[in-house]
């Protein structure tokens, strides 16, 4: 039987037992129910526990610094259902999406380079029990040359034509369209379906099978904030516009009869004398869209490669009534000077030309994004020259996409 000093020595030990596994308790917790680094010094995440409670993880150490900006942030629930998840910056709030079994949290909104992030989730277990998790981390810090940044046609709130495809511009190459075109959708109301075409690296088009309905309602959302651009490059900002599809207007133009034939919404509206491309210099025929609209603007023969001071040459200040059917410089426009040519010759330089009156008349009515059917000559429209997306075949622009 134990002696009364040894009885006294073991109480003594296990007083000392319990007084220390308090203290590792109350320096392992916050009082949040966090506890840091609770996976080991070589997790990736960071969890808020207790032992018969719910435990909340973050995949994100707490306090990490250098995050990619296209890390997405998830937080899942163990023993219990999150019941709230925060993630905000000074900034402003990241949105997430939570599973309806509430396991698990998935952001839906990119980061922005060099900011420091709070995520604040709480749970509950089958008895009610609320735990709360607290973790903060900043992310890599990121140049102007390492962001690309997302420019779009047609502008907000603007009413284009029914050739008008939708423009995405950006200022450093896409090197993995594939991962922005992810991210890069067009809704239309009535819906009408369509396809990305990457021009280049840097330019992407969409537009519907045929020309859009008239009246359509137009949403293009660039969600690419954060997303990966390939080569150390990501998107710079989400980007949203909104446009609306006017009247159907479609100028039919024969050069071997000299005529345009004015439609809108189908219904004929005039059948104006014109003038055409003469030899040397012919109209290319194909599918055109209106792309810019001058009242009054220089026209100088040396910007399309005429010599100054050759049989060939012109510089006219004042041309009125411009507008430009490709990057190669064919405009519709007045040309008083050839009007008795009108109707009966091709004498231009491969524009084409009509009366003032005329040329303020559809002018006046012209809306970017209309388009212009050239037919009669045996030069084809390029499609890269301005926008001559309907001059690509539908299945060879669904191809175009690189998600085809």
Same mark, same amino acid.
């Given at each position: 039987m134990p002696s009364p000093l040894t009885r006294s020595r073991s109480r003594a030990l296990r007083a000392a037992a319990l007084l220390a596994a308090v203290a590792l308790v109350a320096t392992a917790c916050d009082g949040s129910g966090f506890v840091p680094g609770a996976d080991g010094p070589d997790s990736d995440e960071t969890?808020?526990?207790?032992?018969?409670?719910?435990?909340?993880?973050?995949?994100?150490?707490?306090?990490?610094?250098?995050?990619?900006?296209?890390?997405?942030?998830?937080?899942?629930?163990?023993?219990?259902?999150?019941?709230?998840?925060v993630l905000k910056s000074k900034g402003g709030r990241v949105e997430g999406e939570l599973r309806a079994d509430g396991t698990r949290w998935v952001a839906s909104g990119g980061l922005e380079p060099a900011t420091s992030y709070r995520v604040r989730a709480t749970a509950r277990n089958g008895d009610g029990k609320e735990v709360r998790s607290v973790s903060t981390f900043t992310t890599q810090s990121l140049s102007l040359d390492q962001q690309t940044y997302a420019s779009i046609a047609p502008l907000q709130g603007e009413t284009v034509g029914v050739g008008m495809p939708v423009i995405v511009t950006f200022d450093l190459p896409v090197t993995d369209q594939a991962s922005f075109e992810k991210h890069m959708t067009v809704t239309s109301t009535p819906a009408q379906p369509g396809s990305w075409y990457w021009v280049s690296s840097k330019e992407?088009?969409?537009?519907?099978?045929?020309?859009?309905?008239?009246?359509?309602?137009?949403?293009?959302?660039?969600?690419?904030?954060?997303?990966?651009?390939?080569?150390?490059?990501?998107?710079?900002?989400?980007?949203?516009?909104?446009?609306?599809?006017?009247?159907?207007?479609?100028?039919?133009?024969?050069? %071997?009869?000299?005529?345009?034939?004015?439609? &809108?919404?189908?219904?004929?509206? +005039?059948?104006?004398?014109? =003038?055409? *491309?003469? $030899?040397?210099?012919?109209? %290319?025929?194909?599918?055109?869209?209106?792309? &810019?609209?001058?009242?009054?603007? +220089?026209?100088?023969?040396? =910007?399309? *490669?005429? $010599?100054?001071?050759?049989?060939?040459?012109?510089?006219?200040?004042?041309?009125?009534?411009?507008?430009?059917?490709?990057?190669?410089?064919?405009?519709?426009?007045? $040309?008083?000077?050839?009007?008795?040519?009108?109707?009966?010759?091709?004498?231009?330089?491969?524009?084409?030309?009509?009366?003032?009156?005329?040329?303020?008349?559809?002018?006046?009515?012209?809306?970017?994004?209309?388009?212009?059917?050239?037919?009669?000559?045996?030069?084809?429209?390029?499609?890269?020259?301005?926008?001559?997306?309907?001059?690509?075949?539908?299945?060879?622009?669904?191809?175009?996409?690189?998600?085809?």
């Open positions: 969890t808020a526990a207790a032992a018969s409670e719910a435990i909340v993880t973050t995949n994100v150490k707490d306090d990490a610094s250098g995050v990619p900006v296209d890390k997405v942030i998830r937080v899942k629930a163990e023993k219990g259902t999150l019941t709230s998840v992407a088009h969409w537009r519907p099978e045929s020309y859009w309905q008239a009246g359509t309602k137009v949403s293009v959302d660039v969600g690419v904030n954060g997303v990966s651009a390939g080569g150390g490059i990501y998107g710079q900002e989400d980007r949203r516009v909104d446009f609306e599809i006017g009247a159907a207007h479609v100028y039919k133009v024969n050069a %071997r009869t000299h005529q345009m034939k004015v439609l &809108e919404n189908g219904k004929l509206l +005039r059948t104006l004398p014109i =003038t055409t *491309g003469k $030899a040397g210099f012919t109209t %290319r025929s194909g599918v055109k869209v209106i792309m &810019e609209k001058y009242a009054q603007k +220089r026209m100088n023969s040396e =910007t399309v *490669g005429i $010599a100054r001071g050759s049989a060939e040459a012109y510089d006219i200040d004042d041309v009125k009534w411009a507008m430009r059917l490709t990057s190669s410089g064919e405009f519709i426009h007045a $040309a008083p000077w050839s009007v008795g040519s009108q109707g009966h010759a091709n004498v231009s330089h491969g524009c084409t030309g009509m009366s003032t009156d005329n040329a303020a008349w559809l002018y006046s009515m012209t809306r970017r994004g209309d388009v212009v059917e050239y037919v009669g000559t045996d030069r084809p429209m390029e499609p890269g020259n301005g926008w001559g997306d309907w001059n690509v075949s539908w299945n060879d622009y669904v191809a175009g996409s690189a998600l085809s």
